[in-house]
C-alpha cells in the first residue's frame, strides 16, 4: 500500500512488463475519505499517462438496507448520494481530466459489481481505498476491498491514508 509521496515513482514502474501504456484505470468510491485518498492517488496515473481514461465507480449496496419496506426512500437517499460524489468527483476531484473521467454509478454487491465493471470495461487496473465509510469497514481491511482482492485477476491498488 502506497502514499502520495511514492506513487509516482510506482506508477511510472508498474506496467513496465506490459506495453507500457495505462488504458483504462476504475477507481472505486463510496465518498468516504479513503476513496478521495485514492482519487488522489488516480490523478498521479492521468499525469503519468495522458492517454489515460477513468472510470469512477460508485456502487449502492441495496443489502445495507430494509429495501423492501422503503424502497422509494431508499433509491432517492442513494440517487442523492451518487449525485453528491459524481458532482466532487466532476467538479472537485477530476476537474481538470473532464474529458478523460466518466462517473458510474450501479447497484449491486459492491465487491462483485466493482470486478465486473472492471472486466467488463477492460480496466487496466482498479484503484480503491483500503477502507469504506462504514464502522466495520474502518476496523479491518475494508470488506468491499477484501472481496475485490480475492474476486479478480486485474492488478488492484488499495490506497490508505497518507502519512502527515
Known amino acids: 500500500m502506497l502514499n502520495g509521496a511514492n506513487s509516482a515513482a510506482f506508477g511510472e514502474n508498474i506496467f513496465r512488463l506490459g506495453d507500457g501504456k495505462m488504458k483504462k484505470i476504475l477507481c472505486a468510491t ?22 489515460a481514461k477513468v472510470i469512477v465507480l460508485y456502487v449502492t449496496a441495496k443489502e445495507n438496507y430494509a429495501y423492501d419496506l422503503v424502497p422509494d426512500a431508499v433509491e432517492r ?3 442523492t448520494v451518487a449525485n453528491q460524489i459524481k458532482e466532487e468527483v466532476e467538479n472537485q476531484l477530476f476537474a481538470a481530466w473532464k474529458e478523460r473521467v ?13 470486478c465486473k465493471v472492471a472486466k467488463e470495461e477492460d480496466a487496466d487496473l482498479i484503484i480503491m481505498g483500503s477502507h469504506g465509510r462504514g464502522f466495520i469497514e474502518r476496523a479491518l481491511l475494508g470488506s468491499v476491498t477484501h472481496g475485490v482482492l480475492n474476486r479478480t485477476h486485474i492488478p488492484v491498488l488499495v490506497v490508505k491514508k497518507p502519512i502527515s
Open 77 to 79: 437517499y442513494e440517487e
Open 102 to 114: 466518466q462517473f458510474m454509478h450501479k447497484t449491486g454487491h459492491p465487491s462483485t459489481i466493482i
Open 30 to 51: 463510496d465518498g468516504s475519505d479513503y476513496s478521495r485518498y485514492a482519487a488522489e492517488m488516480t490523478k498521479s496515473f492521468l499525469k503519468i499517462w495522458p492517454e
